[in-house]
Structure formats: structure tokens, C-alpha cells
């Protein structure tokens, strides 16, 4: 979908994401679902703790528009269950939460319970977005996309929060959540306080969430996941540890996760 990528970093069922990461950048990761009427799925979803903007597409069965709207939808940090109204296409740009604030004014915390609109001082930029979105052109609609957020961001002044979150983000959850605030020059406390108003969650809630879910998409690279050695890769102590980890944020062990998610997995994971 991105004019520079053709392959998904990972696809499962109609959902295909592509890696935009970078340094200093707001837009992480492109992602496009597209629901026909006669193919309804659902999706269970890892957890993530990053907003995405999206344009929200509802068409007939011939195709054509009946609505589109452009709005934040939130993080699920829990994951749960997706189920896509049939005829929807959803063309988006998950939102890298640290960077939020610096370049867009938006705080991540705010976006983390519901589908909000986006604020009318940023609307502008994504006009064209909307108008290619509801012309049936989701490539255009999704360059469109990013070149509103480049319009529309200013440029970022990171500190020692952003450049922790970072970190975070960028190693999966593997640099253990006590080790954040050293490496980032701030206190602990400082860090846990700054993390809940900034982006709704702490540090070590982030770090879990962020490491369970990198685990998952390796393991859907393969038919037999090797568990333990996937854990350790992850930084859990052991195969033990990523059980009670994953009950504890998703209610089902990794196996069983494995097994509901498997169905619409296919394994582009890098």
C-alpha cells in the first residue's frame, strides 16, 4: 500500500500493516482493512498500546461510498475481539504515542478509550485523504494520509520521556522497565508519573504489553512456534513466565492465542 513498500511486514485475514518506522517519526506503522458483505471475520487482536488516525469507509455491495469519516481510534492494550461491520475499509497510520504530543499536539493518554474525532485544527490537512478515501482509491487515500501528517506535524523536541518510550518501543519491551529511567537520565518516579499522563499507562504496563505482542507475531511465523526459545528471545525469564504474562493481559495462554489467531495468520513477520 505505501508507494515504498509492496510486501506487509505481517497480514492476518484482511488486515495488512507495513513498517514505517524511523527516527523522529509520528507515523509507525500503515495499516489497511478492507471487509467485503459476504466476508465477514473476526479478529483477535494482540495487545498494543499505540492510537491509529483512520479513515473509516463504509460502501454497498456495489462499491460505492455511503459514508466516510477520518477519526483516532484507540489503543487496546488488552487486545480483544475486532468484529468489522461487513462493506468497511479502513485505511490508517498507527500513531507512535511518544511522538504524539511533540508533533501533532495530541496527547496519547486521550486516545485510549474510544474512537474520537480528530481536532478541527488538523482537519484540513487531511482533506484529500478523505476525498481519495471516498472514491474508492485506498493507495491514494493512504499517501494522501501520510503527507497530511507530514503537513500537519510540526517539528518534534524530544526530551527524556519521549526518548525513553522510544526505546521502549523500538527494542519490543525487551529493556526491562526499571532500566528505562537510567538509561534516560530521569528518576523512576518521574518516569511512572510523566508515562500515566502522557500516554494513560506506566512503564512497566508498556514494557509487558509491547514484549508479549512481539513474541506472538514471531510465533505466527511458524506452524510448530518453538515457545521457550521464542520466550527467551523476548526477554522472559522462561516459557513459564510468557504463560503467565499472556493469561494475565489476555486471558488465554500463548498456545491458545496461537490457535484463535491462526485461522487468519499468515507469516510475513519480520
Known sequence: MPHHQTAPVHQTGSYRA???SGPD???????????????PEVHRLLPFCEPSLVIRRRFDREGRTLDCR????PAM???????PDPGEEQIAVRLAPEMMEATLGLRAGEYSDRDRDLPRRLQLAFDSAITEAANGEPSNAMRALLRGIERAAAAPTADCVTHAARMMRQSSGRIPARNLAEASGVSSRHLRRE???????????????????????????YDRPEWAGIAAGHGFSDQAHMIRECRAIMGESPGELFRLRRPLAVSFNT
Open 77 to 83: 492494550p488488552d487486545g480483544g475481539q475486532y468484529a
Open 25 to 39: 517519526q509520528i507515523a509507525d506503522l500503515a495499516w489497511y482493512c478492507r471487509v467485503e458483505h459476504d466476508q
Open 70 to 73: 477520518l477519526l483516532i481510534s
Open 195 to 221: 508515562f500515566a499522563e502522557r500516554f494513560g499507562f506506566s512503564p512497566r504496563a508498556l514494557t509487558r504489553r509491547l514484549r508479549l505482542a512481539s513474541a506472538m507475531l514471531e510465533a505466527e511465523q
Open 18 to 20: 507495513w513498517d514505517m
